[in-house]
């Protein structure tokens, strides 16, 4: 029978791969990426709880939510990441140090 | 007992699906091809919605996520870079130290959730969950429900405003 477990442990492996993507990668789109990883990854747990404890809806509620916030998080995200690159020409992070004392 | 065997391949193929391309995303060279294996994430996550039972988070998820938020992501790849530009390399730095922090962090992940012993109500039956999510948000979620509409209006006139050309 497929378990809690199984779905805690594919969550687990989903937001290792995410902070694996923000922590290695320099395009700003790239690291965008990652972070949708981990809001997946934190759903897949959210919704499992919520179906093995007998079916608590808040579970799905609360996935939801995550789902607005990224869909808020990635248009404004998109919109920072456009208007850099009309600024400095490049979607390269590290050159995205002119606040630097 | 036959049906219980299909269930366990179909599950296993689908989590395979969203580990696999989740990993292709992390580790492809490629832009383009970041963005297209997340698509395959997305419908990975979709199928395990639908394992457990979560209808309308299933169809919500290939909505907005394979609908919005891939195509939005795919906008930001082609207006970031020059359209025929064929090498969309993406760069990567500090790869093995982050290697290893992330094999160390998957696995105290793993073994946190192996040992704990949660005690949850068992396993649900799979019901329509629409009309239970639609009667929670108009009764009990009322509050964060209308929040999370301002929000959603706030961030997108937001986003409109950075990206707008300053007029002269």
Avoid: C
Avoid at chain 2, 16 to 36: K, Q, Y
Avoid at chain 2, 66 to 84: A, D, E, N, P, Q
């Amino acid at each position: 029978m497929i378990g809690l477990n199984h779905y805690l442990i594919i969550s687990a492996a989903l937001f290792s791969l995410g902070i694996m993507g923000v922590l290695t990668r320099k395009n700003a789109v790239n690291v965008l990426m990652g972070v949708e990883l981990i809001l997946n990854s934190a759903n897949i747990n959210l919704v499992a709880f919520s179906k093995y404890s007998a079916g608590n809806m808040s579970g799905q509620i609360f996935a939801i939510f995550v789902i607005v916030v990224a869909a808020a998080e990635a248009a404004v995200a998109l919109a920072i990441v456009l208007s850099m690159y009309r600024i400095i020409k490049t979607v390269n992070l590290d050159r995205a140090d002119t606040l630097k004392g | 007992m036959d049906n219980e065997l299909l269930t366990r391949i179909v599950f296993y193929f689908f989590a395979a699906v969203t580990v696999g391309s989740a990993a292709v995303v992390v580790f492809a060279r490629n832009l383009i091809r970041s963005a297209f294996a997340l698509l395959f994430t997305f419908v990975g996550v979709a199928a395990l919605y639908v394992f457990l039972g979560a209808d309308f988070l299933a169809a919500t998820q290939m909505v907005i996520y394979v609908g919005g938020i891939l195509v939005l992501l795919l906008f930001g790849v082609m207006l970031t870079h020059k359209l025929y530009d064929l090498n969309l390399k993406a760069e990567t730095f500090q790869f093995l130290p982050a290697l290893v922090a992330v094999l160390g962090l998957f696995g105290i992940l793993t073994t946190f959730m192996l040992r704990t012993r949660w005690h949850g109500g068992g396993q649900a039956e799979s019901v329509p969950t629409t009309e239970l999510i639609g009667e929670l948000f108009m009764r009990d979620y009322i509050l964060p429900f209308e929040a999370a509409s301002i929000l959603l209006l706030i961030a997108l006139i937001g986003a409109a405003m950075i990206v707008r050309r300053r007029s002269e």
